[in-house]
């Protein structure tokens, strides 16, 4: 059967790279991915696929899916569509639509009716901007589905993430009172001096953490001219985490650090919470399940799980339900870094062609997997709930 679903990905290959150029070369930013949305909506309704576009609370997200029978395994194709601004897609996000559509509808076309499930893929925006997938979860989506998988490009081999970093980003204002520097600085409360005890206090705080925890800050607001009490400055501060609970414990210290430089130099002092990503609960099992099909389509450069990463909103995802992403190799002989120009330029590459196919045949053989065997899906959700005790 698994050749089977390789062989109907093969026969889409033109079509699924020619949806992955256009989107390459009509780059859309979160939350106006139109373009994207639409090719890749109108592809899933031909192939049989209920589609309900808008959902979520998105313009451009989209649900669709094939329903074979009653009941059964229900198994979540996620993807992303959206670019960097002024950049591109130099995060590789149009190879993903194409490779879970060449998933989900070789699986569609080839599962026999003795096996009933249901094949749900979600279409979820701005992932690298407001985190779209946070949005959704909030207004109901992802329920209707046991298992969430995803592919992302890879210039570190075809592997998976042993887990994702929580993370919450701060956004931190002082207010204090302007005076003239020379002239009465006595009257002054400068915000600047309050922002700047904060970043101390970051720092003071670092030996005072797990290893893990990672805090960044910067400044957005720098208050005014050098011969000026600042009355007014701020800051991004970003804390992550591997672990959610505590990093919610550090933000708590975190902001007796920033109440406490607000006493300090007698300013107001507030702070907004904005992007709050969870960290995924790793499945091993799940992992394992990728890499063996993996191994069974010849990816390209194999690879152990990543074990430091960063954060995605995929992360809120796997938080509440087991699920994992492939990550396959898509870099040339000269290898160049995510998120830049130089990435979005190979974005028609072959070897990111190559990985749309790899990817797409991974996932059709991991959901397979599944959907014939309750057990193994029973296992993965046994072992998620295990790992999410801990």
């Known amino acids: 059967m698994k050749e089977q679903l390789f062989q109907r990905i093969d026969a889409m290959a033109q079509d699924l790279l020619s949806m992955a150029d256009f989107i390459c070369d009509n780059p859309e930013i979160g939350l106006e991915e139109y373009k994207a949305s639409a090719v890749l909506t109108e592809y899933l309704r031909a192939n049989g696929f209920a589609v309900e576009a808008g959902i ?3 313009a451009t997200a989209f649900r669709a899916v094939w329903q074979n029978g009653e009941g059964g395994p229900r198994i979540g194709l996620l993807c992303e569509y959206d670019a960097l601004e002024g950049i591109g897609h130099g995060c590789g996000h149009h190879l993903q639509g194409p490779s879970i559509l060449g998933a989900a509808v070789a699986l569609a076309k080839t599962i026999p009716s003795s096996l009933p499930c249901s094949i749900v893929v979600y279409g979820t925006p701005a992932e690298e901007t407001v985190g779209g997938k946070i949005i959704m ?7 209707d589905i046991d298992l969430a998988l995803m592919m992302h490009a890879s210039s570190s081999g075809t592997g998976v993430d042993l887990r994702t970093m929580a993370l919450t980003q701060l956004t ?3 207010a204090g009172k302007a005076s003239h520097a020379a002239i009465c600085p ?6 600047l001096d309050a922002l700047l005890l904060a970043f101390h206090g970051i720092e003071i705080l670092r030996e005072h953490v797990p290893d893990e925890i990672r805090m ?16 007014h400055a701020a800051a991004q501060v970003i804390a992550r985490s591997y672990d959610r609970v505590m990093l919610d414990g550090v933000l708590e210290r975190l902001m007796k650090v920033f109440e406490g430089a607000a006493l ?13 990503l969870d960290n995924s609960i790793p499945v091993p099992e799940l992992n394992a399940l990728l890499m063996q099909n993996a191994a069974l389509v010849n990816a390209p450069k194999l690879a152990p799980p990543r074990e430091k990463t960063g954060s995605t909103d995929f992360g809120n995802v796997c938080y509440v339900l087991p699920g994992a992403c492939i990550r396959v190799a898509s870099d040339g002989d000269i290898p160049v870094p995510g998120h830049s120009r130089e990435a979005a330029e190979q974005g028609k590459s072959k070897e ?8 797409a045949k991974i996932l059709a053989a991991t959901a397979f997997d599944c959907i014939r ?14 790992q999410k005790q801990r």
Do not use: W
């Open 352 to 359: 990111n062609h190559a990985a749309i196919l790899y990817a």
């Open 186 to 191: 006595e009257a002054g409360r400068s915000a």
């Open 264 to 276: 300090m130099t007698e300013t107001t002092c507030s702070v907004e919470r904005g992007l709050d």
């Open 56 to 58: 979520g609370g998105l």
């Open 373 to 386: 065997s309750p057990e193994t899906l029973s296992a993965i959700r046994a072992a998620f709930c295990r």
């Open 216 to 231: 960044h800050y910067s400044v957005t607001d720098g208050g005014g001219p050098a011969n000026a009490v600042h009355a």
């Open 137 to 143: 979860l909030k207004n109901g989506c992802f329920q």
């Open 172 to 174: 931190v204002r002082y």
